[in-house]
């Protein structure tokens, strides 16, 4: 059989299978040899790290292209009011259901008892440094958050990945676009179309690397760490994959058969893809286009619907990480003999909830932000570093809850909408070439074309 016979999920899932068998082997072989330390910083990490970057930069363009045309495609800018309230909504719903299942586990199975003080010291010594080069670059909860949604420079937000900012200027760009006489607003629709499209080849074409980039990062992680670090900090390992695990499996579910009208099981086998590459890059913001593909072609989302809410909760709607903070926070207390009341814990649930809506969807993202969380709750912040050391591998499993839930909201979006009195999400006045295009290969799970 050729290799491009079988679908690039497929062969995605495979590589990271294979990636984690060879540095499983390494590691157990070789240890901290220098030819492993070499080959992990110059040949596997860099491979991994220019897939990331090759997808990251098609974010910006594809976010920003997205949201403005589901914003104009959703015609009268009274249904924009509806739809964002519904999407907002939803959002916060399922974040604040994530964090309150985290801090149920946490007290039910109380995993900080059984870390080893020796344990606890030799991680905090080994990653010290990385937790203070996090912690001096951390933001702060409050009004300042806020304000910085607004851009004062776009084009500088782009620049520095703030998609809060990108969003916001998008929407605001898409609003007026959308209230401007049609014949006027015509010409730049089609340019921003024709971006969107040039956007989408471009990640076609690095998707064709998956295999490789992703077998890459999987083994820089195995490699480096193998099951060691697992086995020291197992039952907290355990207890967030068991909390993501349920949220997904169980929540998620119940959300897309009751808001969603779709049958989980349905649901599950067309989201595959988005579940491979969400594993494999720890990137919610890298997943995006194969979300936003996924929801156009498998789940059958009208595009200016995923256009609109996907790229919004690629950002806002991280209910893996809702579940994440909830569980560390609280463990981490535990390992440092600090008792959080039932008050403390409702407010790390709803900065659970915040940390969500404001962690950055790229892996890591949200590091920064359970530091504020752990000193506002008396926790030393630097006592990040115990879980440094599994947080990729855990990144990568709360990166699927992150992705699926948005494609969640896509499915209740589009149910909610498309049982109203007609389409009113479509803008007649506005045709969209690529609705026209041929169906897209089988195994190419980025086309948004279809």
Do not use: C
């Amino acid at each position: 059989m050729k290799t491009a016979s079988i679908p690039l999920h497929t062969r995605i899932l495979l590589a990271l299978f294979l990636g984690a068998l060879a540095g499983l082997a390494v590691h157990s072989l070789a240890g901290e040899a220098q030819w492993t330390i070499w080959l992990t910083d110059n040949i596997a990490a860099p491979v991994g790290e220019i897939f990331l970057r090759l997808l990251l930069m098609t974010v910006v363009p594809l976010v920003f292209a997205s949201i403005v045309l589901g914003v104009t495609g959703l015609g009268d800018v009274r249904n924009l009011g509806r739809v964002g309230g519904k999407t907002l909504v939803y959002f916060v719903a399922s974040s604040a259901i994530a964090a309150a299942l985290g801090i149920i586990l946490v007290n039910l199975m109380d995993p900080g008892s059984s870390l080893d003080p020796l344990v606890r010291a030799a991680l905090l010594e080994d990653f010290r440094d990385q937790a203070s080069s996090m912690q001096a670059g951390s933001p702060g909860f409050g009004v300042d958050m806020l304000v910085n949604i607004v851009p004062r420079n776009p084009v500088e937000a782009a620049a520095n990945m703030d998609m809060l900012a990108v969003i916001f200027f998008a929407l605001v760009f898409g609003v007026a676009l959308a209230l401007i006489p049609r014949e006027r607003a015509a010409p730049l629709i089609a340019v921003i179309e024709s971006l969107g499209d040039v956007v989408i080849k471009i990640i076609e074409m690095v998707m064709r690397l998956a295999p490789y980039g992703v077998f890459a990062l999987i083994f820089v992680v195995t490699s480096r760490f193998g099951w060691s670090l697992l086995a020291q900090l197992g039952v907290y390992v355990v207890l967030v994959l068991l909390g993501l695990t349920l949220h997904t499996v169980v929540t998620l579910s119940l959300l897309v058969k009751f808001f969603g009208g779709m049958k989980p099981l349905d649901f599950w086998r067309r989201s595959r893809a988005v579940i491979v590459t969400a594993f494999a890059t720890s990137s919610s913001s890298a997943t995006l286009p194969t979300s936003i593909a996924v929801a156009e072609r498998e789940l059958k989302v009208p595009p200016t619907l995923a256009g609109f809410v996907l790229p919004l909760g690629a950002t806002m709607n991280m209910n893996g990480t809702a579940v994440y903070v909830g569980i560390t926070v609280l463990f981490l207390a535990q390992v440092f003999g600090v008792d959080l009341t039932l008050g403390q814990q409702v407010v790390v649930a709803m900065l659970g909830v915040i940390t969500a809506i404001g962690a950055a969807g790229v892996p890591g993202g949200s590091l920064p932000l359970i530091m504020v969380i752990l000193a506002s709750v008396g926790v030393p912040p630097e006592g990040i570093a115990i879980i440094l050391g599994v947080d990729r591998i855990l990144d990568m499993a709360r990166t699927v809850t992150n992705v699926t839930g948005d494609l969640t909201a896509a499915v209740f979006l589009a149910h909610s909408e498309t049982s109203r009195a007609g389409p009113t999400f479509e803008n007649p006045a506005v045709e969209n070439p690529a609705s026209e295009s041929p169906a897209p290969a089988a195994d190419n799970p980025v086309s948004r074309q279809g």
